[in-house]
């Protein structure tokens, strides 16, 4: 048997590993780390090395379903999308736009399909009920990037090869490889601070896996990250431990306000919510003013909390006062391949609409996952009766998960793009399984800009899609969706002569003042290539490493990316630069952006509030999300369920390891074997599956759920 070689990125996690996957007649029989990849260079851990089982997973659905009483039945490709074309335009015709929702999941964010189509299907929609996993999950980091900068996707990445400390609050990037920090083995990379002498230290409620590499670890009550992170900068200023040059303070307006905002809020002044010692608190920022470059970095635990924002603002607050934003060894923006310097941005305005029910700002376009289900269920003009969802699990991935997937079961008409049946698809009326990833192409369009080095990849499908590609099918979806004729093809040459013809009008545009059917005409050179590379080809060659479209001859495009070389480039490590991205309307840094500003109101109410008696945190399993449970390597060891505790906690419970206690929230319960153990602090309950978050708690700024520090009962069962 006639065995080959392809190359592509592990679509696991965001550290997106190269593998070199051996086929034998389209089928994955081998997996090995690509030792050329620029990023990874060879690193393969135990759930990649799986790809082959994930990719050939019997459970994968071979063809589109059509919903057929209780259950599915098979259908062709053409009466799928005749359903579906029907049924959202009669939908749209008698209610209005914004009767069609669309959610949009986390692989979605991942590949080249969601990116590339995703925007043309909102935009044909036109509605204003678009939904995602990023307000389950990091939207208040956007918030922070688009208040501070001006761009919400400008999110200053650590800089973990070079760093010589790392402080971290709320993320285990040893069991989830990390987030907002793309980086193969993380751990490694922790590892190796270390031994250059540097340090890591985690802030965090459970002494994680994370944790115990790092060799540092704080103890911190859930959502009080934001209070220790004011304290930390109210010692800046107090101990005159701000490190801004002449330079530095010149690009920034609201340091001032910042001082005030935190004169106060000193450590001894938040010991009792935080639960950090003072001096504890004084030393970190110590230590973090006198590193030679240091980097500090929030995730999970610092966004899906009630001070979401907040905390995530503070994070680059101290990095800027510490003079670590924009240098090497301190946190940067990278530079992605296919992102063109020239084009000028609008600086971030969230709050251009308001969502009907509770009336929550939009934020890039989005509004709260956590109020989906009021629109569904809430009668009236503008009811959405109608979702699309794309590689999303929302059924069970939402705050108060129970009550939209009783919503769903209401909605006059469901489509779905997805590989699988489960809690959210089993309501669509119609399931659009793209092909599997051997099969799909893969081009990093989101990830570049969290990734801890500059890089670009492009890998064709190891084997011709057996259907038509994701690209086609969310294309298809938008043109449906437009109720014009034609196909995803001309929806693809529209975007590519819209593009041509603003960067040639563009200023300082490589290709300014050229003709754009002139410039058309080049991109097919490469061969009668789908339209979906030729848009890729498209940005690659306007991006800051791209030919130019003949100006620079050395230049990239995706066919020489692609032809001659497979395992990717290595665009080099992160760079300053600062200048390209700012896009404020002051032109400065916003230290203290005047919506933060009202929002540490909130803050200062809470610190002298009544704390509840317990608060239960996440834990994440071993498998990522709810789409891996048929391959073996991704659900075992940690997979049990089970309620971590303080032993204090417990004997006074009165509950011993292995008996089972009851977590309440609002919203439901849990009942799992307790396991008491010093790794968590008093008060903290952690749940590794959970469905007691609630729907009606959200960062105020990012609309952005809270998972975390969630006011619990916990008693012994039975
Ligand atoms: N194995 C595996 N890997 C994954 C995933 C998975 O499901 N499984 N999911 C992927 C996804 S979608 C994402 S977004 C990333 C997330 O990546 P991370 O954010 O690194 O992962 P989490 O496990 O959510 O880590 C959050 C940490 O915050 C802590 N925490 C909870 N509350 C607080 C708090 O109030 N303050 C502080 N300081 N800490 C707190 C928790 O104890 C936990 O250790 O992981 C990705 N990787
Ligand atoms: N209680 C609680 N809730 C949480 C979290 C938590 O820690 N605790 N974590 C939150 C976080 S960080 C996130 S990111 C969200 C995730 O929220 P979601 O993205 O909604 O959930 P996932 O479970 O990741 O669902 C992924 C879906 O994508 C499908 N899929 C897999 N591959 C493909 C593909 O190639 N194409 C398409 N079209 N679909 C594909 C899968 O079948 C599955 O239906 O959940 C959030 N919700
Ligand atoms: S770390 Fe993530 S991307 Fe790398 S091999 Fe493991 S699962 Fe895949
Ligand atoms: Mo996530």
Redesign the pocket.
């Known amino acids: 048997m006639a065995s080959r070689t392809a190359f592509r990125a592990c679509?696991l996690c965001e550290a997106r590993c190269g593998l070199t996957l051996t086929l034998e007649d389209g089928v994955v029989t081998h997996v090995r780390g690509d030792e050329d990849d620029p990023l990874s260079r060879g690193f393969l851990c135990p759930e990649g090395a799986s790809f082959g089982r994930l990719d050939a997973d019997p459970d994968r659905l071979d063809g589109p379903l059509r919903r057929d009483g209780a259950g599915h039945a098979a259908t062709s490709w053409d009466d799928a999308f005749a359903v579906v074309g029907r049924e959202l335009r009669g939908i749209m015709d008698r209610h209005g736009a914004d009767a069609v929702a669309v959610y949009l999941?986390?692989?979605?964010a991942h590949?080249v399909a969601g990116p590339l189509y995703g925007y043309p299907l909102i935009k044909a929609l036109g509605t204003r009920n678009v939904y995602s996993?990023s307000t389950?999950?990091q939207m208040p980091k956007h918030v922070s990037a688009g208040q501070m900068f001006g761009d919400p996707t400008a999110v200053p990445v650590p800089d973990l090869d070079r760093t010589h400390h790392l402080l971290m609050f709320g993320a285990n990037p040893a069991v989830s490889n990390g987030g907002l920090c793309s980086a193969p083995d993380f751990p490694g990379r922790l590892n190796a601070i270390r031994e250059r002498g540097g340090t890591v230290v985690v802030v965090d409620p459970r002494r994680t896996r994370t944790a115990e590499l790092a060799g540092e670890h704080v103890f911190l009550r859930p959502g009080s990250d934001a209070f220790l992170l004011a304290a930390l900068v109210q010692v800046l200023f107090a101990e005159d431990l701000v490190a801004l040059t002449a330079d530095e303070a010149e690009r920034l307006c609201g340091l001032d306000d910042v001082r005030a905002f935190v004169r106060d809020l000193t450590p001894e002044r938040v010991a009792d919510v935080t639960g950090v010692p003072a001096a504890r608190t004084r030393a970190l920022a110590r230590d973090l003013a006198a590193a030679p470059s240091a980097a500090v970095y929030g995730r999970?635990g610092t966004t899906?909390q009630a001070y979401g924002t907040l905390a995530s603002w503070l994070v680059d607050v101290l990095n800027i006062l510490t003079g670590n934003l924009d240098r090497p060894g301190g946190v940067l923006f990278p530079r992605a391949a296919h992102a063109p310097a020239y084009r000028r941005r609008r600086p971030f305005a969230p709050g251009r609409w308001h969502s009907r029910v509770r009336n929550l700002p939009e934020v890039m376009g989005e509004l709260p996952l956590a109020t989906l289900a009021d629109e569904i269920e809430t009668p009236g003009e503008g009811q959405v009766r109608a979702l699309i969802t794309?590689?999303?699990?929302?059924a069970?991935?939402?705050?108060n998960a129970a009550r939209l997937d009783a919503a769903l079961a209401g909605l006059d008409f469901m489509v779905s793009?997805?590989?699988?049946l489960?809690e959210?698809?089993r309501h669509a009326d119609v399931v659009l399984p793209?092909p599997r990833?051997s099969r799909?192409p893969h081009y990093d369009l989101a990830l570049p800009g969290f990734t801890v080095r500059n890089h670009v990849r492009y890998s064709p499908p190891a084997t011709p899609p057996d259907r038509p590609s994701?690209a086609a099918i969310i294309g298809r979806l938008a043109v449906l969706a437009s109720g014009l004729p034609g196909t995803a093809d001309d929806l693809d040459e529209m975007v590519i002569m819209d593009t041509l013809r603003k960067a040639v009008a563009a200023p300082g545009s490589p290709v300014e003042g050229r003709d754009p059917d002139e410039l058309r005409k080049l991109l097919a050179d490469g061969g009668p290539a789908p339209l979906t590379e030729q848009r890729l080809d498209l940005m690659l060659r306007l991006g800051p490493y791209g030919d130019g479209f003949g100006t620079d001859p050395d230049g990239l495009t995706l066919p020489r990316l692609r032809d001659h070389h497979p395992h990717g480039l290595d665009l080099g490590p992160l760079e300053p630069r600062l200048d390209e991205v700012l896009c404020t309307a002051s032109g400065r840094i916003e230290l203290c952006p005047p919506a933060f500003a009202a929002d540490t109101h909130r803050l200062r109410a809470a610190l002298d509030a009544e704390r509840p008696e317990f608060t239960l945190i996440?834990r994440?399993l071993r498998s990522n999300?709810?789409?891996l449970h048929n391959v073996p390597e991704l659900v075992g060891g940690s997979g049990t369920r089970t309620v971590q505790l303080h032993p204090g906690d417990a004997d006074r419970l009165g509950v011993a390891a292995g008996e089972a206690v009851r977590v309440t929230g609002r919203t439901g319960t849990v009942e799992a074997p307790a396991e008491p153990t010093a790794a968590i602090m008093p008060g903290v309950v952690s749940v590794n599956v959970?469905h007691v978050?609630d729907d009606l708690d959200l960062d105020p700024l990012s609309g952005n759920a809270v998972?975390n520090g969630v006011p619990v009962r916990v008693e012994r069962a039975g």
């Open positions: 679509p999941g986390g692989p979605v590949g996993a389950v999950d999970m899906a794309i590689g999303g699990n929302p069970s991935s939402a705050p793009v997805d590989p699988y489960n959210t698809t793209p990833p799909t994701e996440g994440r999300s709810s789409w959970d978050t998972l």
